[in-house]
């Protein structure tokens, strides 16, 4: 198992301009996903933006996905997975594969 930890992101044109978001926070912390679930995540909710360019899977690095936005309010809120520090070590190798299995550069 390695453990994920998923974040959100609000934003609306005022706050984007301050470099300020007007909520973030977590959705879920040290979630325990099999390689196959973190891959069916990833692919299924749409993580395909690395937090870097050229993306090369480390553990500092995140995955975000396409910001949605609330046409009611006209605020965005963004959506990331990070990997939890709480892994253990060995674990690192689950998420550099994760990037490279879903052809994340």
Known sequence: ?????RTYSTDDHESAEHGE???HGFTVEDDPLTF????QLIQR???SY???SPAAGHTREWLQAEPEQDYTTGEYTTHALHYSHNNPPKNAKYWKAA???CGIK
Request: proline share 5%; charged share 25%; with cysteine.
């Open 45 to 47: 909710e749409g993580f």
């Open 21 to 23: 978001s007007i909520d």
């Open 50 to 52: 690395p937090s870097c």
């Open 99 to 101: 990037f490279k299995f």
């Open 36 to 39: 196959r679930e973190l891959i």
């Open 1 to 5: 198992m390695i453990l994920i930890s």
